[in-house]
Nanobody, 124 residues
Framework: QVHLVESGGGLVQAGGSLRLTCAASGRAVSTHVLGWFRQAPGKEREFVAAISWSGDFTNYADSVKGRFTISRDNAKNTVFLHMNSLKPEDTAVYYC?????????????????WGQGTQVTVSS
């Protein structure tokens, strides 16, 4: 079992920045791919970014490339999502997710563990 807890969401103006944090605990967290997904009201959950267990490989949705950066600290079992140049369309509940092993995948069905989510609201 892997337990995930997100934090860092909030209200920010367009063009601003936020850093989301996901604290992971449980079995062999460092061997899991960690990812971020988001879900806006009335929309399906979508992939945002993911990082390999080593931190050497990352993948991003086209909509956030160049604006968001994912990183992890295996010593602290933590993954971060640094979000810059935020847009109103980034407004959503952001979820941390984990899947054992590799490769990095972008489908939510490929992830085994999920956090409760943190709300990000970007005002125009």
């Amino acid at each position: 079992q892997v337990h995930l807890v997100e934090s860092g969401g909030g209200l920010v103006q367009a063009g601003g920045s936020l850093r989301l944090t996901c604290a992971a605990s449980g079995r062999a967290v460092s061997t899991h791919v960690l990812g971020w997904f988001r879900q806006a009201p009335g929309k399906e959950r979508e992939f945002v970014a993911a990082i390999s267990w080593s931190g050497d490989f990352t993948n991003y949705a086209d909509s956030v490339k160049g604006r968001f950066t994912i990183s992890r600290d295996n010593a602290k079992n933590t993954v971060f999502l640094h979000m810059n140049s935020l847009k109103p369309e980034d407004t959503a509940v952001y979820y941390c997710a984990a899947r054992y092993g590799h490769p990095i995948l972008a489908a939510s069905s490929d992830y085994d563990y999920w956090g409760q989510g943190t709300q990000v609201t970007v005002s125009s």
